[in-house]
Nanobody, 115 residues
Framework: VQLQASGGGLVQAGGSLRLSCSVS????????MSWYRQAPGKQRELVAI???????DYEDSVKDRFTISRDDRWRTAYLTMNNLKPEDTALYYC??????????WGQGTLVTVSS
């Protein structure tokens, strides 16, 4: 299984972006799809996760601004980011976790928010 993240770019504060994470290869019983980010000099942190059953959870600073969603087959995850702030600048990674398998990481897509 491989993940391909896309949709990053440069945007002004207050703007929006939509990240996509496409899954290639055969998957069995995906348990969750999630987005992490890592800013320069900081640890990677969980931004948003969507779990089997479609429950979602968000990092506090992005609640009410970011929305995670997926397609019907658990082959693509999306992160819609609104009202972006300079502190959202980071490399964004997608992650997929299948039952009884190690989670898989994508290569990251860079989001830069200018003030």
């Amino acid at each position: 299984v491989q993940l391909q993240a896309s949709g990053g770019g440069l945007v002004q504060a207050g703007g929006s972006l939509r990240l996509s994470c496409s899954v290639s290869g055969i998957t069995f019983n995906v348990q969750s799809m999630s987005w992490y980010r890592q800013a320069p000099g900081k640890q990677r942190e969980l931004v948003a996760i969507i779990k089997r059953g479609d429950s979602t959870d968000y990092e506090d600073s992005v609640k009410d601004r970011f929305t995670i969603s997926r397609d019907d087959r658990w082959r693509t995850a999306y992160l819609t980011m609104n009202n972006l702030k300079p502190e959202d600048t980071a490399l964004y990674y997608c992650n997929v976790k299948e039952l009884l398998r190690d989670s898989v990481w994508g290569q990251g897509t860079l989001v830069t928010v200018s003030s």
